[in-house]
């Protein structure tokens, strides 16, 4: 077999993992840190810096290959995982996975998925160990292949190899008006995210959050280049819920206004609720998603929290219960659901939002990217961390490094 050993080497993540519980129940902010006690298992303080473990996969020639594991910022939320916890992954690696890669023919990809990812012990692998060894076996085919990630993805799952460049996202975090200002400067497709995670910043019966909303479209009219018009996307983390209340009509009612309020954008509100189950969850986005769609609103609804694994996807998107979906990819486990979860959207005529966490790395970002393009989904998550430029450089340059590839290889063959 093509893989002779295995390592594996600690690592960081780009940004912390938070206790969105602990933060939902009115933790306050010191600098960087919150205050008080955590609420949710496996945090030891409501902040902590993420954790990573890159797993590489040592070829037949000593080409080394390599994925990162992490968990997402907000670890056993909604549905989520628990906490990353490096010792306990590196033991299960060590124990399981090593073998499993060891006997796998590593130039078949979706193959070699499905035998690493077998359950064991009659359960799923943790989602996080699913991720970073997913990467690393088509980072290894890729390289067997002498082809792009891109191009091994379009081989497995039977696509045309792509041309279009997939728009991009990214997430300002709390240093909001900054950041604005240099996804402007960029001219970043959609933007600003906004970090809308609390009362504070969601304000008395929603003022704060559209007193922002505004001012993002007024600021990209002002520093913008001329005919610079971004979609703008708001991550909400439930507080339309929270604060107004779970009634679809009154969520749909504010969401309206919030978009009149920005006339000629198209407005993006991602987790306006958190209705508490997979199953609440859908039902109560389908009917927010039909109450928009029946009054022509130009506001756009964006599932996250309740809808982690593929299957989870699936229900949403049969149902038509969001605009887009975003595919969380530590959430989703093996990067090839990810690619699963956009042709699933797109089958059902959904948007297919590859996102992500800003917990990730640059080796999981490239990987992302690669999915992305080969599915060509309809927008993707500038990562890791959340200070615009790094992600913004990291997922942009690989994308058009990715297409310049292809091209090349394009105009040769027609050639």
């Given at each position: 077999?093509?893989?002779?050993?295995?390592?594996?080497?600690?690592?960081?993540?780009a940004?912390?993992?938070?206790?969105?519980?602990?933060?939902?129940?009115?933790?306050?902010q010191?600098?960087?840190?919150?205050?008080?006690?955590?609420?949710?298992?496996?945090?030891?303080?409501?902040?902590?810096?993420?954790?990573?473990?890159?797993?590489?996969?040592?070829?037949?020639?000593?080409?080394?290959?390599?994925?990162?594991?992490?968990s997402?910022?907000?670890?056993?939320?909604?549905?989520?995982?628990?906490?990353f916890?490096?010792?306990?992954?590196?033991?299960?690696?060590?124990?399981?996975?090593?073998?499993?890669?060891?006997?796998a023919?590593?130039s078949?990809?979706?193959?070699?998925?499905?035998?690493?990812?077998?359950?064991?012990?009659?359960?799923?692998?943790?989602?996080?160990?699913?991720?970073?060894?997913?990467?690393?076996?088509?980072?290894?085919?890729?390289?067997?292949?002498?082809?792009?990630?891109?191009?091994?993805?379009?081989?497995e799952?039977?696509?045309?190899?792509?041309?279009?460049?997939?728009?991009?996202?990214?997430?300002?975090?709390?240093?909001?008006?900054?950041?604005?200002?240099?996804?402007?400067?960029?001219?970043?497709?959609?933007?600003?995210?906004?970090?809308?995670?609390?009362?504070?910043?969601?304000?008395?019966?929603?003022?704060?959050?559209?007193?922002f909303?505004?001012?993002?479209?007024?600021?990209?009219?002002?520093?913008?280049?001329?005919?610079?018009?971004?979609?703008?996307?708001?991550d909400?983390?439930?507080?339309?819920?929270?604060?107004?209340?779970?009634?679809?009509?009154?969520?749909?009612?504010?969401?309206?206004?919030?978009?009149?309020?920005?006339?000629?954008?198209?407005?993006?509100?991602?987790?306006p609720?958190d209705?508490?189950?997979?199953?609440?969850?859908?039902?109560?986005?389908?009917?927010?998603?039909?109450?928009?769609?029946n009054?022509?609103?130009?506001?756009?609804?964006?599932?996250?929290?309740?809808?982690?694994?593929?299957?989870?996807?699936?229900?949403?998107?049969?149902?038509?219960?969001?605009?887009?979906?975003?595919?969380?990819?530590?959430?989703?486990?093996?990067?090839?659901?990810?690619?699963?979860?956009?042709?699933?959207?797109?089958?059902?005529?959904?948007?297919?939002?590859?996102?992500g966490?800003?917990?990730?790395?640059?080796?999981?970002?490239?990987?992302?990217?690669?999915?992305?393009?080969?599915?060509?989904?309809?927008?993707?998550?500038?990562?890791?961390?959340?200070?615009?430029?790094?992600?913004?450089?990291?997922?942009?340059?690989?994308?058009?490094?990715?297409?310049?590839?292809?091209?090349?290889?394009?105009?040769?063959?027609?050639?």
């Amino acid at each position: 077999m093509q893989i002779k050993d295995v390592l594996l080497a600690p690592g960081s993540g780009a940004f912390f993992y938070d206790d969105q519980a602990a933060i939902r129940a009115g933790a306050s902010q010191d600098g960087l840190i919150y205050l008080g006690e955590p609420l949710t298992p496996g945090f030891t303080s409501i902040r902590v810096p993420a954790s990573s473990l890159s797993i590489g996969l040592v070829l037949i020639d000593d080409t080394v290959v390599w994925g990162d594991m992490m968990s997402v910022q907000y670890s056993g939320a909604g549905g989520r995982d628990p906490l990353f916890d490096i010792k306990q992954i590196a033991d299960l690696a060590a124990r399981v996975m090593v073998p499993r890669l060891l006997d796998a023919d590593a130039s078949r990809y979706l193959d070699a998925c499905a035998k690493a990812f077998e359950p064991f012990e009659n359960e799923r692998l943790p989602l996080a160990l699913e991720y970073g060894v997913s990467q690393a076996l088509l980072r290894a085919a890729a390289c067997l292949q002498r082809a792009t990630m891109a191009e091994v993805v379009c081989a497995e799952f039977d696509l045309p190899l792509p041309t279009r460049r997939v728009p991009i996202y990214c997430q300002s975090g709390d240093a909001r008006e900054i950041n604005v200002d240099k996804m402007i400067l960029r001219s970043v497709d959609i933007l600003p995210h906004g970090l809308i995670n609390s009362r504070q910043k969601f304000g008395v019966d929603g003022l704060t959050f559209m007193e922002f909303v505004k001012w993002v479209a007024t600021r990209t009219r002002e520093i913008g280049r001329p005919g610079y018009h971004p979609v703008l996307h708001f991550d909400l983390y439930g507080w339309i819920g929270q604060e107004i209340g779970l009634e679809p009509q009154r969520i749909a009612d504010f969401i309206c206004r919030v978009a009149e309020s920005v006339p000629g954008f198209t407005l993006n509100v991602e987790s306006p609720a958190d209705f508490g189950s997979t199953r609440a969850q859908i039902e109560n986005y389908a009917k927010i998603v039909s109450i928009l769609d029946n009054r022509g609103s130009s506001a756009r609804i964006v599932v996250d929290e309740r809808c982690n694994t593929l299957e989870d996807i699936r229900l949403f998107a049969e149902a038509k219960a969001a605009h887009l979906v975003q595919i969380k990819t530590p959430d989703v486990g093996s990067i090839a659901d990810t690619a699963r979860a956009v042709l699933l959207c797109k089958e059902n005529k959904i948007g297919a939002y590859v996102g992500g966490s800003c917990t990730e790395t640059d080796l999981s970002a490239h990987a992302s990217v690669h999915i992305s393009v080969a599915t060509q989904a309809d927008m993707m998550l500038a990562k890791p961390g959340m200070g615009v430029d790094e992600a913004f450089s990291i997922v942009g340059n690989e994308q058009n490094r990715l297409l310049a590839i292809l091209n090349r290889r394009a105009t040769k063959n027609v050639g």
